[in-house]
């Protein structure tokens, strides 16, 4: 018998125990505050977390810590979506199918609601990705706020189980720790990102989008994989790309371009697999253009207005990512600016894409609620230790390649797009920057760790001393830094 599987198995037993005293808890909770509809509820939301679950359990081969890391993410995620549908729908004295919404969320249901009984007239919306999969949630299982939001929670924890398998498969072999301590890892911090998380349960298509994205760069990670018998079928990681293609294509077309982006920077790190390369442009190229087609070319319209710096593309986009406060003052013109001239702004522009949403507005304090998932000092963490590999690590021999420049470029062209001011758009790519931060921190913790060729030198070597003397020293700047810039803002009047 194999007794160091006996821990894991204890440790297993006792989190299905937690989980299914907790299931009952959802029942008992939903049932007392919305009566019958309650069951729906409860089983939708109970179902959210299911999926991911088993998924994960399927991958990970029985390991327990990161299915500790989905247990408490689902249920904080259950929580959040349950106050959410509570204040949409009995805090208004409305029913599940008739909910108080508010700005895209109120876009997204109507245009949903339009299709299934014709009831409201259609509203103006670009892609219909999004409203479409709320539609066919009701086609299925009934027309409720419910089932969408369920659909949200469940997508955003798959995002949490694929960017923990993206860093297992892109990270295996190149640190000392083990396969399962990187995924363990990289699913802790990604479910640390409040801001990040809090869209499971809300009426937007982020999640959706999060999923995509996880989807497309765990495919493309195969090119960072370095145990060949580990990559599974080839066949298997093209199928997930073509979904996640498919996805954008109706929800967001923009991110295909931030797919192709990975693909072909991450085929500098492999060669020789140009085949599966050019297989994944192929897929990405056809899904881009399906999805100009399908939204009337307006995102393609917006990108080439946007280059040219037209009157007509800035006062488009002056419209829809609008800045406020002494930011909108400085950068009024920014829209109508020449290409040279947005990238020489790219530091402020990226500067403010990094630190948005502040959890205040108007220097009031939100909401306990709110303000829990604004304050996002795991993000402002990760972004820091991911710089730090940028400015420090990237120039070294022994770094992860071209594949860790994908996530700085894809927020560099979400902060050159809009001008740093919308804080979603940017959301999709931090679990990219994860992968970065574990990879950092496992070689943070090796410099601290002599291995057996440093026991017999009589410590570490030079080199580890000197990374872990100018990690700390970034760390003690970067906080310091932040805590001044967030300060700033506050006083600053809006």
Same mark, same amino acid.
């Given at each position: ?14 989190? %299905?125990? +937690?989980? $299914? ?6 029942? #008992?909770? @939903?049932?007392? =505050?919305?009566?019958?509809? *309650? ?118 924890? %798959?995002? +949490?189980? $694929? ?6 498969? #892109?990270? @295996?072999?190149? =640190?000392?720790?083990?396969? *399962? ?120 319209? +917006? ?192």
């Amino acid at each position: 018998m194999n007794t160091l599987f006996l821990p894991s198995q204890k440790c297993l037993r006792s989190q %299905l125990l +937690v989980e $299914l005293i907790a299931m009952c808890i959802l029942f #008992a909770v @939903a049932m007392s =505050v919305f009566g019958t509809s *309650g069951v729906g509820l409860a089983c939708g939301l109970g179902v959210a977390y299911v999926v991911p679950r088993w998924l994960y359990a399927r991958l990970s081969g029985g390991e327990t810590r990161g299915g500790i890391v989905l247990m408490v993410a689902g249920m904080l995620l259950v929580v959040w979506a349950f106050r959410n549908i509570y204040g949409w729908t009995l805090a208004e004295g409305q029913s599940f199918a008739d909910p108080v919404l508010r700005c895209d969320d109120k876009v997204y249901y109507l245009w949903a609601l339009h299709y299934y009984d014709g009831s409201v007239p259609e509203p103006d919306t670009k892609f219909v990705g999004f409203p479409l999969m709320i539609l066919l949630s009701w086609k299925l299982l009934g027309h409720s706020i419910v089932w969408p939001i369920a659909i949200n929670v469940m997508l955003t924890l %798959l995002t +949490v189980v $694929l960017t923990g398998q993206t860093a297992g498969r #892109a990270l @295996a072999g190149r =640190v000392r720790a083990d396969r *399962g301590t990187i995924t363990f890892l990289a699913m802790l911090v990604t479910s640390l990102l409040g801001f990040f998380m809090s869209h499971a349960a809300m009426l937007l298509k982020e999640p959706l989008t999060y999923f995509a994205v996880a989807l497309a760069a765990y495919a493309i990670a195969r090119m960072k994989e370095i145990d060949e018998d580990s990559r599974g079928s080839v066949w298997h990681d093209i199928a997930l790309f073509t979904i996640a293609v498919a996805l954008m294509s109706i929800v967001r077309t923009s991110v295909i371009y931030f797919l192709v982006a990975g693909v072909i920077i991450t085929f500098f790190d492999n060669k020789d697999m140009w085949r599966y390369a050019c297989t994944l442009l192929g897929i990405a190229l056809i899904g881009m253009g399906l999805g100009i087609y399908w939204s009337n070319g307006f995102s393609m319209e +917006v990108q080439m207005r946007i280059l040219a710096a037209t009157d007509t593309g800035g006062d488009i986009m002056k419209t829809i990512y609008q800045a406020r406060g002494i930011y909108g003052e400085m950068m009024s013109d920014y829209f109508f600016l020449p290409v040279w001239q947005k990238l020489l702004l790219l530091p402020v522009t990226c500067t403010l894409q990094l630190f948005i949403p502040f959890p205040w507005v108007d220097n009031e304090v939100l909401d306990v609620w709110s303000v829990a998932t604004r304050f996002q000092l795991v993000w402002y963490a990760v972004a820091g230790v991911s710089l730090y590999y940028l400015f420090v690590l990237a120039w070294k021999k022994k770094n992860l390649g071209w594949w860790a420049m994908w996530p700085f470029v894809c927020a560099a062209a979400v902060a050159f797009t809009t001008s740093g001011t919308v804080s979603r758009y940017i959301l999709p790519y931090e679990p990219l920057f994860v992968t970065i931060a574990v990879w950092v921190l496992l070689k943070y913790h090796e410099s601290t760790t002599p291995n057996e060729d440093d026991k017999q030198q009589k410590g570490a070597t030079p080199h580890k001393k000197n990374f872990h003397r100018s990690f700390i020293l970034w760390c003690a700047a970067y906080a310091a830094t932040v805590t001044i810039i967030l300060t700033i803002c506050y006083l600053t009047p809006p």
